[in-house]
């Protein structure tokens, strides 16, 4: 929903099962200002509110950025986690690879995820446990 008659909006639906079930759907809103993400991975969401995120009943956590220049950010990633990365707008390289608007990356068996050279970009990052 878009309330605003003068701006567009750049809407992204993402789902994240629960893992649990039976739970009552929850609904939250949080605001995390431009500030909270430049040049660096800000958690808005996580199983145990860590940080002030948002509660997800999943065995996730995910990161907003906003990256420009020399801003770079490092996400550590334990045994048997991996990372899945969204960029929402802008560019950025990833683990090497070049990244624009709408791409994505997995990114597994690496023991970190490395964000760097950002052109106006923002991004999601995804830390999931690797599927058994």
């Known amino acids: 929903?878009?309330?605003?008659?003068?701006?567009?909006t750049h809407f992204l639906q993402i789902w994240i099962e629960t893992q649990y079930r039976g739970i009552e759907p929850g609904y939250e809103e949080r605001h995390f200002t431009a500030a909270d993400k430049r040049g660096r991975?800000?958690?808005?969401a996580s199983p145990d509110r860590a940080e002030g995120s948002v509660?997800?009943?999943q065995d996730a956590r995910v990161y907003a950025g906003l990256f420009t220049g020399q801003e770079q950010a490092q996400l550590p990633l334990a045994p048997q986690r991996q990372a899945y990365v969204h960029v929402a707008r802008g560019s950025i390289t990833v683990n090497g690879a070049q990244l624009a608007a709408g791409d994505?990356?997995?990114v597994t068996q690496a023991d970190q995820l490395t964000l760097e050279a950002g052109?106006?970009?923002e991004v999601l990052v995804f830390d999931l446990p690797v599927p058994q």
Do not use: K, P, V, W
């Not at 929903?1 to 567009?8: Q, T, V």
């Not at 991975?41 to 808005?44: E, F, G, M, N, T």
């Open 119 to 121: 052109e106006d970009a």
């Open 104 to 106: 994505a990356l997995q």
């Open 55 to 57: 509660l997800i009943h």
């Open 41 to 44: 991975l800000r958690l808005i």
């Open 1 to 8: 929903f878009n309330g605003s008659r003068e701006r567009a």
